[in-house]
């Protein structure tokens, strides 16, 4: 008998058959970003079958180019709902860190040893004065520092300061390990996380949507969430009226290597430029706010920018290597407000809109979009962002 011999046909590689045949979630995510990773991780642990689907690799976008900072009462100078929102979320984020480093073994660095906002003229002096005044009369937690002191807490900074306020509550975490972190935990919890697909479209039945059509072909999801950062204007499918309206703002920052040891323990911050001190030694120095479109380059005069800035608060940085510089996109909402909770399409929710403060809200918007999601509740924090903010006056309304 003569050996059997396999045909040509039957060596051919097999390919997965990805026809018409759907692939099913109870929640697609789109966009692995730290608030979908965020928001997809509580959604696993409450028990649903979650797909994150990532255009990129999952964390690589605005959530990447970070500084970690995570520091209400040094950012805002108003107790208004937004302020409120990321104490909240600050509140939240040593536990968050705690228990998320448990489930992974992930490390995360985070350091707890606060904020210095220092004056180096007359008029930011008289300035956090007032704001000194105002926050202690709120009860916000912040001492007044004088040079002395300040000096003696942070012998580098320039001799040019003349007062400083310390606020000890503001903290900050290596946002590249959180999301790292976070991706990991969430596929320990039975999410699934699919990097290179790209959603094109949502998919409706009605007005309702009913999944996501993707490079990768279709996905049914009776609950779809956009978190797509400064994208998440752009996805087709969605009803003009109940788009969420995000744009780009670029924000160019950068590292220096400081050696062993970082020459500041507390983050220095002023509204023009910070300084973020890393344990590995970097010294992040950022950032610039500009509105460039979807342009994600590194420019010459951003640069200047930050050089100028960080010699301003420390000139001994001055021989300090450069070791790298990036730019990343901010998710900003058209009233600079996070987006968070059910759009008007049934079934579509928005996680997005988070500007300036996307790490630090990461963990608390996954709790609150997890409670729309699963309960159908808005809690009272959230109420002011949800998107129906910005959706037309009907005419009989306007009358
Ligand atoms: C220079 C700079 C410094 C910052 N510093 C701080 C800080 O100190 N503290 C702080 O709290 N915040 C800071 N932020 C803000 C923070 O980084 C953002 O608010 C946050 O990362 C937004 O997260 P995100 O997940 O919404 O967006 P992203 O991290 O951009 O994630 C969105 C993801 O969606 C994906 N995506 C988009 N479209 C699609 C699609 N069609 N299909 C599939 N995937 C898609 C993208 O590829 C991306 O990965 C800073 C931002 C910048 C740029």
């Known amino acids: ?137 709120e009860g916000v937690p912040v001492e007044r520092l004088t040079v002395r002191e300040a000096r003696r807490l942070e012998p580098d900074l320039s001799n040019q300061v003349r007062m400083a306020l310390r606020y000890p509550d503001d903290h900050q975490v290596e946002n590249r390990d959180v999301v790292t972190a976070l991706a990991k935990s969430v596929r320990l919890h039975g999410g699934k996380v699919r990097e290179g697909v790209t959603v094109r479209s949502i998919v409706l039945d009605g007005p309702r949507v009913t999944g996501v059509d993707t490079t990768d072909g279709l996905w049914n999801a009776p609950k779809v969430v956009i978190a797509m950062g400064c994208r998440s204007r752009y996805l087709d499918g969605v009803s003009p009226a109940h788009q969420v309206p995000v744009r780009p703002v670029r924000g160019q920052i950068l590292a220096l290597r400081t050696g062993a040891v970082p020459p500041f323990r507390h983050t220095i911050f002023t509204h023009e430029v910070y300084l973020v001190p890393r344990s590995d030694g970097r010294l992040i120095v950022g950032a610039t706010i500009e509105e460039a479109g979807f342009r994600d380059e590194v420019t010459l005069g951003g640069v200047l920018q930050l050089f100028r800035g960080a010699l301003g608060l420390a000139p001994g940085l001055a021989s300090c290597p450069l070791e790298s510089t990036w730019s990343g996109l901010r998710p900003v909402a058209r009233d600079g407000w996070p987006v968070l909770g059910a759009t008007g399409t049934p079934g579509l929710f928005a996680a997005s809109g988070h500007g300036r403060n996307g790490i630090l809200l990461a963990p608390l918007t996954g709790d609150l979009i997890a409670e729309a999601i699963l309960n159908d509740r808005v809690p009272a924090i959230m109420q002011p962002f949800l998107p129906d903010r910005f959706y037309p006056i009907e005419p009989e309304e306007a009358n």
């Open 1 to 137: 008998m003569r050996p059997f011999r396999k045909e040509a046909a039957f060596c051919l590689p097999v390919r997965k058959w990805r026809g018409p045949v759907a692939q099913r979630s109870d929640i697609v995510v789109i966009g692995g970003g730290i608030i979908g990773l965020a928001v997809a991780r509580k959604l696993c642990l409450a028990g649903c079958a979650v797909t994150v689907l990532e255009q990129h690799r999952t964390g690589r976008g605005a959530s990447w180019a970070a500084a970690g900072m995570l520091a209400p009462h040094c950012e805002f100078d108003e107790p208004d709902p937004y302020f409120i929102l990321c104490r909240t979320g600050l509140e939240r984020y040593a536990g968050f860190i705690e228990t998320l480093k448990e489930e992974t073994g992930c490390p995360i660095d985070y350091n707890a040893t606060g904020m210095i906002y220092p004056a180096l003229s007359d008029r930011r002096q008289a300035k956090l004065e007032t704001r000194y005044e105002r926050h202690r009369r």
